[in-house]
Every structure is written in C-alpha cells, then in structure tokens.
C-alpha cells in the first residue's frame, strides 16, 4: 500500500475552556465539530467517509469567516482536510494533504501553542506521511523538528504523543516509540468527548501489541 493511500487520519485534540457569552458559543460549535469527526472516523463504514469530511469542511468555512477563533477553527480545517485526504488516497488524497499543509501553516503563523501545539503534530504528521519528492512533499526531517516542538509545548498530550511514537515505531525507534505511546496512554480523559477518547485509545492500544 503506498503512502498516499495510508495517510492516517489526524489527531483528535482537545479544547481548552473559555469564558464570555461569544467565546462559549465558538466553543460549543468547536465541540460540535470534533464530535463529528469522531463519529465519521470511527462509526462511519470506510466508504462514506470522504463525503462527511468534505462536508464537515464546508461547515468549518463557514464558521472561519464569523468566528474570531481563527486560529483553532483553521487547525481543526487542516484536520479534517487531512482524514479527508486519508479516505480519498491516491492523487486526490495528496491534493487534499498539501491544502492541509497550507492550513496548518496558516495556524502555526498565528499561534503555534494553540491546542497543545496541534498544528506542529498535524504538520509534523504530513510530513512523515506524504511521499517525498517528485510525488509529495514528504520530509522526515521536518516532520522529527515539528514533532519535538510540539512536544515542548505539551509533553503530556495524548495525541503529540501517540503521533510521535508511532513515527517512532516506523523509524525502527521502537523502544523509544514505545515509551511515548504508553506516555500517550496516561493522558487524563476528555470528559466532553468519550467517542474521541475511546477510538483514540484503541488506536494506541493497537499500535503496543503490534509493535511488542
């Protein structure tokens, strides 16, 4: 299977708590839109996928052009772009990683902290993903940078974590690729999305006894 068709779906992050009338409405309609990435990641069968995501796109959008909130909305737009992207594959599926990219890009200029560092762990995860050059813009050296900045900034995140060690893992790195998903597995649970949490955790479950 060639990289193109495996792009792995991205990280589920969690949000962090506002306060003021305008910013708990934003966060409602954030919650609503990761719930719903959950529910067609790992509810949805394979092939109604790429559909709900493009869709779940377009609501994003909308949501961008009202919302002051841009830099998280932009990040969970790269996200969804890039499940997008994993259930597409082939060339549509590369053309909608490197819209993902520029997206992530966009976050990283204005907040490359927010969200735990998402965007770097997002990015980071294209990087390792994507086909190198001609075909893509893939890039371990890059993606290894991205990773450990993430990490910096949120050392205890589930998905920095989970995502560092499983580029670990296909680095040959499993010890230290190891220690970094049973890192990913003492992550406190998200109360307000127990979907995300539990498919999240089965993915790294999944990866240890493969990897062990």
């Known amino acids: 299977m060639s990289k ?20 708990a409405a934003s966060t409602d309609e954030l919650l609503s839109v990761q719930r719903q990435w959950a529910q067609i990641q790992y509810d949805r ?28 909305w ?10 997008q992207a994993g259930a597409s594959g082939g060339l549509g599926g590369l053309k909608l990683a490197k819209q993902a990219r520029e997206v992530f ?17 997002s990015l980071a995860t294209l990087y390792h993903e994507v086909p190198g050059w001609p075909i893509g813009f893939g890039d371990e050296e890059k993606a290894q940078a991205l990773f450990k900045q993430a990490l910096e900034i949120a050392p205890d995140s589930m998905d920095n ?11 040959g ?11 990913a597995l ?12 539990s498919g999240r955790r089965q993915e790294i479950q999944s990866l ?3 990897a062990g």
């Open 173 to 183: 790195e499993n010890k230290k690729g190891l220690e970094a998903l049973h890192h």
């Open 186 to 197: 003492q992550a406190p649970a998200r109360e307000l999305r127990p979907r995300a949490d």
């Open 105 to 121: 890009e966009q976050a990283i200029a204005i907040d490359p902290a927010a969200l735990e560092g998402s965007a770097l762990t």
């Open 74 to 83: 932009l990040i969970w737009k790269g996200i969804v772009l890039s499940s």
């Open 161 to 171: 974590n989970y995502f560092y060690g499983r580029y670990l893992l296909d680095q």
């Open 4 to 23: 193109v068709t495996s792009l792995l779906t991205l990280l589920i992050l969690a949000l962090p708590l506002f306060t003021g009338v305008t910013q």
């Open 45 to 72: 069968p394979e092939k109604q996928r790429e559909d709900a995501f493009a869709k779940l796109v377009s609501t994003i959008d909308e949501k961008l052009d009202k919302s002051n909130d841009q830099v998280q």
């Open 208 to 210: 240890i006894e493969q």
